[in-house]
């Protein structure tokens, strides 16, 4: 999440304001902040459930945070895996459950598509964190007795308690997470909540927990803080990821690697059942 700021300023990049026009209408300024605290998984026991979140490592240019959704595909936010044009797949280097120098599972991308309404330039803002999504394909797939993936849905039509799972600045060696936030609104397939992001929380995965089954309902794209508190934004997935399953089967704008053979895609139609189931962190 690339916001030009510091915390005790109100300098943000241009266009920020623009993606919370329509969210920031849904709620009052005196918006209550039930958050928890923020929770460093760095035993083993502690990252049981979490493994299929895992941080994407993109060469000489940062890390971002991705998300299990298949054997062998990641969600991540569009604009970690576009600098100016599409990085290389080959640069990227998938580490779930990483922690401390040590990860579950680690998987190069033989490729990847951007959504196609993804727009990097976009003066508003607001279509960009639409869209701002991306679907990576593994070069080998990760064992489902190793790793759950997550299924990703709409959020629930009461459902109000989320929370997040990601890697970002000063704390990428290993995974955080904040148990409860809230949805503060919904509006033209955004989501916007009050979960602790801050510079590199871009690509993390939003849960919300219904009975036992937990679902990712978004990805943080940007997010900016005030006197009020912390306001991020997410877009809504299942229309997004079906649009980008469709094009990885088609081929059509994906960026292909130039050192490995693409898999045959493990892609199906609709979301990902159950039991075959970033934020952009800018090097000083």
């Known amino acids: 999440m690339m916001l030009k700021r510091t915390f005790g300023s109100k300098i943000i990049i241009h266009g920020i304001v623009a993606c919370f026009v329509a969210v920031?209408?849904?709620?009052?300024p005196s918006f209550a902040q039930d958050n928890s605290?923020?929770?460093?998984?760095?035993k083993r026991d502690e990252?049981?459930?979490?493994?299929?979140?895992?941080?994407?490592?993109?060469?000489?240019?940062?890390?971002?945070?991705?998300?299990?959704?298949?054997?062998?595909?990641?969600?991540?936010?569009a604009h970690c895996v576009v600098s100016g044009k599409p990085v290389k797949p080959e640069s990227l280097t998938f580490?779930?459950?990483?922690?401390?120098?040590?990860?579950?599972a680690e998987r190069s991308v033989a490729r990847f598509v951007i959504h196609a309404r993804y727009d990097p330039n976009d003066p508003s803002g607001?279509?960009?964190?639409?869209?701002?999504?991306?679907?990576?394909?593994?070069?080998?797939?990760?064992?489902?007795?190793?790793?759950?993936?997550?299924?990703?849905?709409?959020?629930?039509?009461?459902?109000?308690?989320?929370s997040v799972v990601s890697y970002a600045?000063?704390?990428?060696?290993?995974?955080?997470?904040?148990?409860?936030?809230?949805?503060?609104?919904?509006?033209?397939?955004?989501?916007?909540?009050?979960?602790?992001?801050?510079?590199?929380?871009?690509?993390?995965?939003?849960?919300?927990?219904t009975g036992l089954r937990v679902r990712v309902i978004s990805l943080v794209s940007r997010g900016t803080?005030?006197?009020?508190?912390?306001?991020?934004?997410?877009?809504?997935?299942?229309?997004?990821?079906?649009?980008?399953?469709?094009?990885?089967?088609?081929?059509?704008?994906?960026?292909e690697s130039e050192t490995s053979v693409s898999p045959t895609p493990q892609v199906r139609n609709g979301l990902p059942k159950s039991g075959d189931s970033s934020a952009k962190f800018l090097k000083p």
Not at 37 to 42: E, G, V
Not at 144 to 149: A, H
Not at 180 to 196: V, W, Y
Request: net charge positive; hydrophobic share 40%.
């Open 169 to 209: 600045r000063n704390r990428n060696e290993a995974l955080s997470w904040q148990r409860s936030c809230s949805i503060l609104g919904k509006r033209d397939g955004l989501i916007a909540f009050d979960c602790d992001v801050t510079f590199g929380s871009s690509g993390a995965p939003v849960f919300e927990k």
């Open 37 to 42: 605290a923020l929770n460093r998984l760095t």
């Open 126 to 162: 607001y279509r960009r964190a639409q869209s701002d999504i991306a679907l990576l394909q593994l070069d080998q797939p990760v064992s489902t007795g190793v790793i759950d993936p997550f299924v990703v849905d709409y959020p629930s039509s009461n459902g109000k308690t989320i």
């Open 95 to 104: 580490k779930a459950g990483y922690r401390d120098g040590v990860s579950i």
């Open 225 to 255: 803080r005030n006197e009020n508190g912390v306001i991020a934004v997410g877009m809504e997935l299942p229309k997004l990821v079906n649009d980008l399953k469709r094009a990885l089967r088609s081929g059509r704008g994906v960026i």
């Open 47 to 77: 990252l049981f459930g979490w493994e299929a979140v895992g941080r994407l490592d993109i060469h000489r240019k940062g890390t971002c945070t991705g998300v299990l959704i298949a054997k062998d595909l990641v969600l991540t936010a």
């Open 24 to 28: 920031t209408a849904l709620y009052s």
